[in-house]
């Protein structure tokens, strides 16, 4: 995969995985409320991580240029390889 490609690519994955998981939840737990009232809670960081496959880079530097553009431009996702 190209240099571009996998920073459009990993840029796009970031967005969708914050704007699916990084929401507010409501947690129902006795620690946060001895209620037992559900509290809301922000979700402050999304780790996104890859296994391999199409978007392992043959470059380990065209993989770390791709994460910090995506640093960058999307607060709150963690991206990485495995």
């Known amino acids: 995969m190209s240099p571009e490609l996998l920073e459009a690519q990993v840029l796009a994955d970031a967005r969708e995985a ?15 409320n001895p ?18 496959g199409d978007l ?5 530097k065209e993989w770390k240029k791709a994460v910090n ?3 960058s ?4 996702v963690e991206v990485l390889l495995q």
């Open 18 to 32: 914050l704007s699916y998981y990084g929401q507010e939840l409501n947690i129902r737990r006795r620690t946060l």
């Open 35 to 52: 209620e037992g009232d559900l509290v809301q809670v922000q979700v402050q960081r999304v780790r996104l991580v890859y296994e391999g």
């Open 56 to 60: 392992g880079p043959g470059n380990p």
């Open 69 to 71: 553009e995506v640093k």
């Open 73 to 76: 431009k999307v607060t709150g």
